[in-house]
């Protein structure tokens, strides 16, 4: 049974959530006042569906259906979710919040995108506070998996319980912030980094592109699998925390920062800082700058999932939550996924190495189905590939969805031989085609053996069927 979504605010962030939801498999709903909502939520989907597949090395879910509405009402009718991102105006929040608790289901959640107001500030005066937290995401929300969900003493609990568990159905991490506190976690941390950035400049310390250059060659990658304090527990060495308090913390008193003074936001800073920025990367347009950051989340979150680490883990996970078995078609359909960005090689097209990785997908898949899965090989039994001929037909690019097409061409005793069509999705065309002959081995013995009745029966039936097909 679908599900459906209310958006309320089409901006950046309320179409990074559109796009998470529908292309999880969610109805939504959008409702902004905007004119220009349409076209500016279709630029956000636009590069949510070419980046998030690319995470995945399956399909995401069919995806769901759009529709815009003419007001509040119509958008929440019927919403298992809603989720308001209007801009930061408490006296604006209020009003769309009272209108949506007035119309939303009484069992719907109803997040705020809020970056800086607690739940208690949102919920004044509304019939039914106990709906409403804060479910603050960070941009592009179809990439990012953090939320930090906020609920107040008024929150009902199965409120928070439901919002946990939509936000991991999504493949999001939803942090539960014990305490309403302003700006709740993140922000405090990304302000504190600000206030010091906006004073490097102004002094003449360093440009906007000198400090975005210190982040992203330095700390900003330890953090992005590390955090901040298993960064420290490491720079302590083998005495771990304790060393490294004790080492930096008399650091805590020098004059490092100025992170309790803010220095005075005027048109001189202002234009200092847009035109270094300007310099920075002015050259490229905002749909270069966004692909480009999209490109490289991708390829370092798969490189993330490679080492189950971080948020690589939480894309594990999701993925397997998404499998599902191999419909008993003929030919299988062994592979649906979209090229990912880090297969792509210096001529711009898939790397031949990653048409084998293809089929050996593929393959995998065609074992899984017929009992050799993870359990059957944890038993010390399994297929090996002896022998495999790839023929390359056409280009293949990133953001390309593919599927593969799988026959049994043999099936007896030791033998498991298979031929593959890798087709692109969208019009059909051959990409690549693949034989393959595979042996069936003790992983005890490392020599091949006969499969277990049950596989062989399976094997053998899939061979007659793909034959008489």
Request: hydrophobic share 45%; charged share 20%; aromatic share 6%.
């Amino acid at each position: 049974m679908s599900k459906t979504a209310a958006i309320i605010g089409g901006g950046v962030i309320g179409g990074g959530w559109l796009a998470r939801f529908l292309l999880n498999g969610w109805d939504v709903r959008l409702h902004d006042p905007d004119p220009e909502a349409e076209r500016k939520v279709g630029a956000v989907l636009a590069g949510a569906r070419r980046a998030l597949p690319m995470l995945y090395d399956r399909a995401l879910p069919p995806e769901g259906r759009l529709t815009l509405c003419g007001s509040v009402a119509e958008a929440v009718a019927g919403a298992d979710w809603v989720q308001e991102s209007v801009p930061e105006r408490l006296d604006l929040k209020h009003r769309v919040l009272a209108e949506i608790t007035a119309h939303a289901p009484r069992n719907a959640v109803i997040g705020s995108s809020t970056s800086g107001f607690t739940p208690s500030q949102l919920q004044e005066g509304l019939s039914r506070p106990g709906a409403v937290l804060v479910a603050h995401p960070f941009n592009p929300v179809y990439l990012l998996p953090l939320v930090e969900l906020v609920p107040s003493a008024a929150t009902r609990p199965e409120v928070l319980d439901t919002a946990k568990a939509t936000l991991t159905g999504l493949g999001m991490f939803p942090l539960h912030v014990r305490a309403e506190i302003d700006a709740h976690i993140a922000d405090r941390l990304l302000e504190a980094v600000w206030r010091e950035a906006l004073w490097l400049v102004k002094d003449g310390i360093a440009t906007t592109g000198e400090i975005d250059e210190a982040i992203r060659m330095g700390f900003g990658l330890r953090w992005a699998q590390m955090g901040l304090f298993e960064t420290y527990r490491i720079a302590g060495g083998e005495a771990g925390m304790k060393h490294f308090m004790a080492q930096f913390g008399p650091a805590l008193k020098w004059p490092w920062t100025k992170l309790m003074d803010v220095p005075e936001f005027t048109d001189d800073l202002v234009e200092l800082i847009a035109g270094q920025s300007d310099a920075q990367s002015g050259h490229m347009g905002i749909r270069e700058l966004e692909r480009l950051r999209d490109d490289n989340l991708v390829a370092m979150l798969r490189a993330l999932r490679q080492r189950d680490a971080a948020a690589g883990a939480l894309l594990n996970a999701h993925e397997a939550a998404m499998a599902q078995p191999l419909a008993d078609t003929v030919p299988l359909i062994t592979v649906r996924r979209t090229v990912p960005v880090d297969w792509t090689d210096y001529n711009g097209h898939m790397n031949e190495g990653r048409y084998g990785q293809v089929f050996s997908d593929a393959a995998d898949a065609v074992m899984a189905h017929v009992g050799a899965d993870a359990a059957y090989i944890a038993g010390g039994n399994s297929y090996f590939t002896v022998e495999t001929s790839v023929k390359y037909l056409f280009e293949t690019h990133a953001g390309e969805a593919i599927e593969v097409a799988t026959r049994v061409t043999t099936g007896a005793g030791k033998k498991l031989g298979m031929s593959h069509e890798m087709r692109r999705a969208a019009d059909g065309a051959l990409l690549a085609t693949c034989t393959q002959f595979l042996l069936h081995v003790s992983l005890e013995t490392r020599k091949s053996c006969p499969p277990q009745p049950e596989v062989l029966a399976r094997v053998e039936a899939l061979a007659a069927a793909h034959r008489e097909a």
